[in-house]
Structures are given as C-alpha cells and as structure tokens.
C-alpha cells in the first residue's frame, strides 16, 4: 500500500479517535501494527497528526478560544468585574491544565514504558466502558460551564493524566467527569477540547523541538503534510459531529465499542 494512502488512513484514524472517546493510542498502536508504516519515524508521524488535530480544535474552537484570551488578559485590567464569566473561565482552563501537565511532564517516560501495551489497552477499554455506562445512569448532567467550580475544573483536569495510559481516551474520561461535576455533555465535551488546546500546543512543541535537526527528505515530507491536512479537516468534522451527537445522545454507543475493541483486541493478541 503506498506510503501517501497509509498517512490519509492513520490521520482519520488519528482524527477520529482523538475527539471521540474511543481512545486514539490504541486505534493507533493497532492500526500501525496492521498497516507496517514505517516511511516516517513514528514519533515524527506521531507530531504531524497531532498538529493536525490541534488545528481542527483551534479553527473550531476559534471564538470560544479568543474569549478566553480576552478573559485572560482581563486579569490585569482594573476595569473588568471580578465575576466576568471569560474571565473565570480563563482561569478555570488553566487551573485545569496544570494536573496533566505535571504528569506528563514528570512521568511520561514512565507511562511509555510501562503501559503501552496492548494487554492494557485490553483493561482500559472495558473499565472505560464501564465508567460511561454508570456515569450515565447514576449522576445528574444538566450544568453549561458556567456552572463549574473551580474546584471541579481541577478534577476534570487531573481525569486528563489518567489519558497517558493507552485505552483510557482524554476525550472520554474528562468528558464522563465533566458529567459527575453535573455539566450537560455537550458542554463536558466543549470544556475538555478548551482545556486540552494548550496542552496539545505544549505537548506538540516539545516534540517539535525534540525532533529539531532530524533529517526529513522530500517524499518524508510529502507524507507528513497528508498527516496534518488529513488529521485538521477530518478533525473539524469529528468535533462537529459529535457535539450534536452529544446533545441528542448517551456515551452508550461509544461503550460498547470499547467493549467490542477490546474484544477484538484480546482475540488477536492471545490467540
């Protein structure tokens, strides 16, 4: 299979998997398995299509992430209200980046090290599962972000380092406990792609550094640009898709995905 069509599968993989809560690390561990790419280093690969899903959540995400901004720097003004709702929320995301941020920075090594496996994603993909369905059926979600405290927005943030560990899903674990914190999950959904905006942006420029002088040749390159422009347009549909899914629908049907997944996983790994 040429090397261009490989990149257009794993960036809607990658596109697909990252925004849904069906788990991104595992989708992509598996499929690179299946489909033996090998044209571009794999963390190389791995920064394109991140760059790619970190611009579909800033082009969709646009306004919201300006008002944010806007709050933000409202901080050092004296003519803002101290209860000026992007403000708060300004703050909220950034308290609620800080969790995932230490871990990561501390024990990402670790985690690589230790987890990534698909024996663990066999584990996290039915304890996920069974998270959704009982978050679904025991808690009361009917909260917009304003509603959030901020000691609430720091446990959606510390959920996000549980997604280190392949099989959980960053969108799927901050997303059910945005729920328990009694957002709707439309507005978990939207909460958790502003709070994990700067740690994509930080988490794709440290690897970007990392990957500085790296010798990339023309046909590397030709594949890494199908990645970003694949991982971006496919990722702006997912986050619109599954808004309105959200909106309309339970996480059941993503559920028992993960049910089948792992199943699916368990049979190829064990037999």
Known sequence: MPDVVIAIILGLVQAITEFLPISSS??????????????VDGLTFDVALHIGTLLAVVVYFWRDLTALVRGFLGSFSRHRSPVDPERRLAWYVIAACVPAGLVGLLFEKEIENYFRNPSVIVVTLVLGAILFLWVE???RHDGDMQTLSLKQAVAIGAAQSLSLVPGVSRSGITIVVGMMCGLRRDHAARFSFLMASPLMLAAGAKKTLDLLGEPVSSSQWTVLVVGVLTSAIAGWLVIRFLLDFLRRHGLDVFAYYRIALAIVVAIVIWS
Do not use: P
């Open 26 to 39: 595992a989708h992509l561990i598996l499929a690179r398995r299946v489909l033996e790419f090998r044209a």
């Open 137 to 139: 059926r025991r808690f």
